[in-house]
């Protein structure tokens, strides 16, 4: 059976949503999250640090003007150590622009991030970040970060508690597959819309390579990854025990994962990742490379 794509996939996520078409659907999104009304979107540049040649580039998956404010959204298929402090940079360098321009300093302006997180391990459905500190005194007003909890979400599905799924069934709806869909869509237009939209986007030749190309790329990194961390650790003890003594085992394993390092970032090369690829999976600097 072919795989199903859904919105839980950034790439899915933005072939739907970032079309004026279907700028009703994704009101409704933000509204559920957010819990106020929106009457007005415009899509804004998805290509961060533009004026800056020596940061690496960075294409958000949707970053919004609206009536309430800026908001930029980031789907987060899987939860690396470094995604929180990735987002934050994110929403930072977005903060920063915005108050740089014009003639003063204000906060009038709302600066949105929301996460739309899967493999998160916190109990909570949404988590609310602000700039405060302990007693709750706010530093800035104008910078809130929403964390959602999506497959916490999708329990209420599992459930069947028909009360929390009328209530979230725009945050449901983007991780189902088409029969779920069709249930949820029998008295709901927005949902059906949905439903058409993404099964287009499944239909697509294009978005189907693309899709299969990153899976595959993903496939072959992690490969990497436990490969090289395997042979690291086996040529390491194989020297540390060599040498006989503790600080020579510990030295033993950082010289044998260092030498596979090099090995696979070789390899890496040929299968033609770009250089900032490589030092986030090898640990070997942008200079060393």
Known sequence: ??????CKYDRAFKEVFMKEENKDILEKVLETILKVK??????LNLERNVDNIKVKRK???LYLETDIGKIQVEVNTENPKYLNSRNM???CDIYSHHILVGEEYNEKTLIIQ???SYDIK??????KYLVQDDKGNKYVKNLIIYEINMEKYKSFWYNKNQEEIEANKYLLMLDLGLKELRKLSIKDKVVSKYMNEIERVNEEPEFREYMSAEEDNRKIENSIRSEGYEDGVKA???????????KGLEKGIEQGINTRNKEIAKEMQKRNFSI??????TGISLKDL
């Open 1 to 6: 059976m072919e795989k199903f794509y859904t």
């Open 38 to 43: 929106i009457d007005k979107i415009r899509f």
């Open 59 to 61: 294409h958000l998956d």
């Open 89 to 91: 940079a994110y929403i």
């Open 114 to 116: 929301i996460n739309m």
């Open 122 to 127: 916190n109990e909570e459905y949404i988590r």
């Open 236 to 246: 390491g003890l194989e020297q540390g025990i060599e040498q006989g003594i503790e």
């Open 276 to 281: 900032e690829e490589i030092s986030q999976i």
